[in-house]
């Protein structure tokens, strides 16, 4: 079984992902690899890489980064997606052997194509979820940028704030103690 994949946009038009799949000529745009023993790597999500393995005949999503809270959470909406989709086995989703990956099996259908119908089903997911990334990385950015590279209203320039005995919240000669036990000092807190 051969697969071609090629760099475009994917179509949907109305018709089912078996029948999209026995179509020749579907263009879906991807960051895809194929590794040396046949598996094809997905890269494109920010915190996600997502294997389809032809072989094992299932569908496992590591993390890029294992120190990012919202790892799991963009493998639940994955397979959730890919469920509700019938590209995988409801019961077989599972961890996987290796650290925060999720993994399903994809049933076996002699008549279809079950892994195009897969990686198909997988550039439809990022159609709803890049989106959402893009904004996440743009407002990370916007973020950084503020603290970088403030506008006038929300800087001082060195020099501009005049000097006085007590400024802020610490007072000079209040002890800070842990545990509550500044609060045996002159100002009561």
């Known amino acids: 079984m051969s697969l071609n994949i090629k760099i475009g946009s994917a179509s949907d038009n109305g018709i089912s992902d078996a029948e999209l799949a026995k179509k020749g000529g579907i263009k879906v745009r991807l960051n895809i690899r194929k590794t040396l023993d046949g598996n094809i790597v997905i890269s494109d999500h920010p915190d996600i890489d997502i294997i389809v393995m032809p072989k094992a005949s299932k569908v496992l999503a590591l993390a890029k ?10 493998q639940s909406r994955l397979f959730e997606f890919l469920q509700s989709r019938g590209v995988i ?3 077989s989703i599972q961890g996987g052997n290796i650290y925060a990956s999720l993994e399903a099996s994809i049933p076996q259908a002699s008549e279809l194509p079950t892994i195009k119908i897969a990686v198909l089903n997988v550039a439809k997911w990022f159609e709803d979820e890049l989106p959402v990334a893009e904004f996440l990385e743009d407002y990370n950015q916007e973020v950084a940028d503020d603290f970088t590279d403030p506008d006038a209203v929300h800087s001082t320039e060195l020099g501009q704030v005049p000097q006085a005995a007590e400024k802020g919240s610490i007072k000079p000669g209040v002890v800070r103690a842990p545990y509550g036990l500044s609060l045996y000092n002159s100002y009561g807190y």
């Open 89 to 91: 086995e409801p019961d």
């Open 65 to 74: 980064k294992l120190n990012s809270g919202v790892v799991y959470g963009a």
